[in-house]
């Protein structure tokens, strides 16, 4: 583990990191390429991202924003498309973009991802936050936030469903069926906060204009410093050794009324054990 240090932020101003991830829309089947990796098209940003960049805005507005100093950097890697996961986190108002692009990075499961990622965060200079989602929507794993933590040295508050921040402390809680848990850091920290935490903004127009004028950053592994050999397929501890295609769906049990209907449908739901 190597120790990321303490950020030496003066007064009340925040820098903040949003990870983001262009991944498959969900109302479209996904389907899998020769390679054994996900195709992308039709590709958004993760939705479960929305909601760590709305809490990173919440954080930065309660301290006077932008024009107070405060920074929420969207970043995100993967294929030239991914830059559009950027570009709607810039238009919902997240002050800059950082890219991480190489075509090395192909195949990368969690583990290599992290990697990067904490290289990318060390590169973007000292940062008092970082957010993520609960998971991506795609590899669903939820690996990423605490593989950070462990890579970066800092302190980590996992499955937040409400953040606070006040001072150098973040406050963060775990809700769960039975109970919910307070737990809290000082900055900087990695937090990842769940789907119940906000509700998510919408870009409006002046954000999509104003997101015009934002800066995307480009780096490939050799500005960050990472081998290649690191990354991708051969950098990974996980690999996919067979996807097959989902089953189609079997036709479902038409009842018709012949003055039974009622008895016929409580039937079936008493066969299939559902009453």
């Not at 499961?109 to 936050?129: H, K, M, P, Q, Y």
């Amino acid at each position: 583990m190597q120790d990321y240090g303490r950020s030496s932020t003066v007064g009340d101003t925040l820098k903040i990191v949003v990870l983001v991830k262009h991944v498959p829309d969900a109302q479209f089947d996904r389907h899998i390429g020769p390679d054994k990796t996900l195709e992308r098209s039709e590709s958004i940003l993760s939705e479960l991202d929305e909601y760590a960049l709305e809490a990173a805005l919440q954080v930065s507005e309660a301290r006077g924003g932008d024009k107070a100093g405060n920074q929420v950097i969207a970043l995100t890697m993967g294929g030239p498309d991914a830059a559009n996961a950027l570009k709607k986190a810039l238009q919902i108002g997240a002050s800059s973009g950082v890219h991480v692009a190489d075509d090395a990075l192909a195949g990368s499961d969690a583990w290599a991802t992290s990697l990067v990622l904490a290289a990318a965060i060390r590169n973007i200079g000292e940062v008092d936050l970082v957010l993520t989602g609960m998971a991506s929507t795609d590899g669903e794993t939820s690996l990423v936030p605490a593989q950070l933590s462990e890579r970066l040295g800092l302190p980590q508050l996992t499955f937040a469903s409400n953040l606070e921040v006040t001072g150098r402390t973040v406050v963060g809680r775990r809700d769960s069926e039975t109970t919910s848990d307070v737990i809290e850091a000082e900055l900087p920290a990695v937090v990842s906060v769940t789907d119940q935490i906000n509700e998510p903004r919408y870009p409006n127009f002046k954000g999509i204009l104003a997101a015009k004028k934002k800066k995307i950053a480009t780096f490939g592994l050799a500005d960050l410093g990472v081998d290649a050999a690191q990354v991708g397929a051969a950098g990974s501890l996980t690999r996919v050794e067979q996807a097959d295609p989902r089953p189609p769906r079997s036709a479902g049990t038409i009842i018709t009324d012949e003055g039974d209907a009622g008895i016929k449908l409580v039937d079936f739901l008493a066969a299939q054990k559902l009453i």
